[in-house]
């Protein structure tokens, strides 16, 4: 199985903060990454695919960068709507799309 | 417009079996992998397996494997997930969406809106 590990597991940030989300793969995954917010009693809606594009209407504040090994997320000036829970997901093994263990994004 | 439509909330007891589906419309429904995805109370997202509702082949996560049954009916649009004999551990909410592929990946750009499983004696 290929792990998906995210970092911070959680962080507190103020509107108009610009925050960053890194995810990184055990193995080389190309660019086979999505991320995802979810908000709670929400699923999971899609934001960023093939590492960094991004999903028709997803505001472009949000944009994904990397490859292989070593991925990030990055919302430039964050906005009251965008607290949620933040996920990425590796689709280069077709045997497990593994997800990461999640970001939660909180409001300082 | 592309929809996802889960079946509702069940409560169950350990050891009683169960099916929930995942209706789609909007699409093709027979061009496009479903997956579904199990969210713990509390927890993150956790990917259990896909079908391809064309041929009904699946794929399972080493974790689920053996644990549940992924079937679709394409007469119907309705993919499923099933279990035979519940345990505690099966409460979740379970989500189902749609596989999208292009050069360079896979992603769930459409999500059923869930079904919650609750498992108590």
């Known amino acids: 199985d290929i792990q998906m590990t995210q970092s911070p597991s959680s962080l507190s940030a103020s509107v108009g903060d610009r925050v960053t989300i890194t995810c990184r793969a055990s193995q080389s995954i190309s660019n086979y990454l999505s991320w995802y917010q979810q908000k709670p009693g929400k699923a999971p809606k899609l934001l960023i695919y093939?590492?960094?594009s991004l999903q028709s209407g997803v505001p472009p504040r949000f944009s994904g960068s990397g490859s292989g090994t070593d991925f990030t997320l990055t919302i430039s000036s964050l906005q009251p709507e965008d607290f949620a829970t933040y996920y990425c997901q590796q689709s280069y093994s077709t045997l497990s799309f593994t997800f990461g263990g999640g970001t939660k994004v909180e409001i300082k | 417009e592309v929809q996802l439509v889960q079946s509702g909330a069940e409560v169950k007891k350990p050891g009683d079996s169960l099916k929930i589906s995942c209706k789609g419309s909007g699409y093709n429904f027979t061009s496009y992998w479903i997956g579904w995805v199990r969210q713990m109370p509390g927890k993150g997202l956790e990917w259990m397996g896909v079908i391809y509702p064309g041929d009904s082949e699946s794929r399972y996560s080493p974790s689920f494997q053996g644990q549940v049954t992924i079937s679709a009916d394409k007469s119907i649009s309705t993919a499923y997930l099933q279990w035979s004999s519940l345990k505690a551990s099966d409460t979740a909410m379970y989500y189902c969406?749609?596989?999208?592929?292009?050069?360079?990946?896979?992603?769930?750009?459409?999500w059923g809106q869930g079904t919650l499983v609750t498992v108590s004696s």
């Open positions: 093939t590492a960094s």
């Open positions: 969406a749609r596989r999208h592929m292009v050069r360079g990946g896979a992603f769930y750009d459409y």
